[in-house]
């Protein structure tokens, strides 16, 4: 791994010291996956409080960002700490994020206790950017009492909130007539709290009786029963009980080893990822000559992509040398 850069190493001790300027030139720099990513998350990680995160996904419309506002404004009325990252559609043309923090959460653009990043999805899938957990761990490590993410909002393929998230909390609207097909489609078996918002409209009631009917014909989530609650993040109505089902949840997973188990298996998954994704910078940018050979014949069509990657993970020696684990041998 390399070492943490002297300029780095600046910015992560300011952060950590409580210098907002710092963990936003820290947010910015991570999302840019600097070659010393692996370094500075290191030395972010060992400062961590693994404070409880809470993960806010639905269909678009649904109203997530209101109830997120309304919730921030429940735990700073309490004098808790907030950091928030919204994961929104990336620009065609910059990239980044098409809608900005300040306009999704005005209220709170300008309190100190309040913390706000919006993230472009570049493309990931599930909902949320690469950079996603990072800023996750960025927001712990800065002493923040809660953390919220929240999805892009692109329907049933938001499943991946459930692993970074330790509650998910499914946000629906009555008037969503594809709801209860998206629910099947597999939003139904990651919330841990779903959320029938704006329930001052027809149907809301309806709606909140068959999710609860769905959920009892699901398995059990290691003794956790799912709260079904009608809220109305404009009104503020809801907004009390909801935050205290969250935070019944959080009890429940600290009392309850168990319920930890997927998030386990998450984690393994994304340390594979990260290793692979580290692995595929060291090819990319792969000076061995023997590399610049297969990538030739690969480019100019002499050999099609899978038997070149077979060629490379049969001979060890070739692949070593593409990774830059030992100096390039011509055969």
């Known amino acids: 791994m390399r070492e943490l850069d002297p300029k780095s190493r600046d910015l992560v001790e300011r952060m950590l010291a409580g210098d907002r300027r710092a963990l936003a030139r820290l947010m910015t720099l991570i999302e840019s996956r600097p070659p010393e990513i692996y370094a500075i998350m290191a030395e ?5 409080r693994r404070v409880p995160r809470l993960g806010i996904t639905g269909p678009p419309g649904a109203g997530k960002s209101t109830l997120i506002d309304r919730v921030i404004r429940e735990w700073r009325g309490r004098g808790q700490t907030v950091g928030a990252v919204a994961v929104d559609p990336s620009s065609p043309f910059s990239g ?17 206790g309040v913390f706000i990043r919006s993230l472009g999805s570049r493309g990931a899938h599930g909902g949320l950017s690469r950079a996603t957990m990072e800023m996750g761990c960025l927001l712990d ?4 009492d809660h953390v919220i993410i929240e ?12 692993g970074i998230a330790d509650t998910t909390v499914v946000v ?19 919330g841990d709290v779903f959320v029938i918002n704006k329930a001052d409209r027809e149907g ?11 959920l009892n014909l699901q398995p059990g989530n290691c003794g956790w029963s799912v709260p079904v609650l009608l809220t109305s993040a404009r009104e503020g109505q809801g907004i009390v009980e909801l935050v205290a089902a969250i935070e019944d949840h ?17 984690l393994k998954r994304w340390l594979a990822e990260l290793i692979l994704a580290e692995l595929s910078l060291r090819v990319r940018d792969s000076e061995s000559s023997r590399g610049e050979e297969i990538f030739k014949a690969v480019g100019e069509g002499e050999l099609d992509p899978y038997s070149a990657a077979a060629k490379v993970l049969a001979d060890p020696a070739f692949l070593r040398a593409l990774l830059g684990l030992e100096p390039d041998r011509e055969t």
Do not use: W
């Open 96 to 112: 980044g994020a098409v809608l900005g923090d300040r306009v999704r959460m005005q209220e709170h653009a300008l309190d100190e």
């Open 204 to 214: 809301a009631p309806r709606l909140a009786a068959e999710v609860r009917s769905m």
């Open 151 to 162: 999805t892009v909002g692109v329907g049933q393929t938001e499943l991946d909130i459930m």
């Open 141 to 144: 490590a800065f002493g923040m």
């Open 250 to 266: 959080h009890s429940f997973c600290k009392a309850n080893p168990a319920a930890e188990k997927f998030r386990s298996q998450y």
């Open 172 to 190: 629906l609207v009555p008037e969503g007539g594809d709801t209860i097909q998206t629910l099947k489609a597999g939003l139904m078996e990651i």
């Open 44 to 48: 972010v990680s060992s400062h961590m």
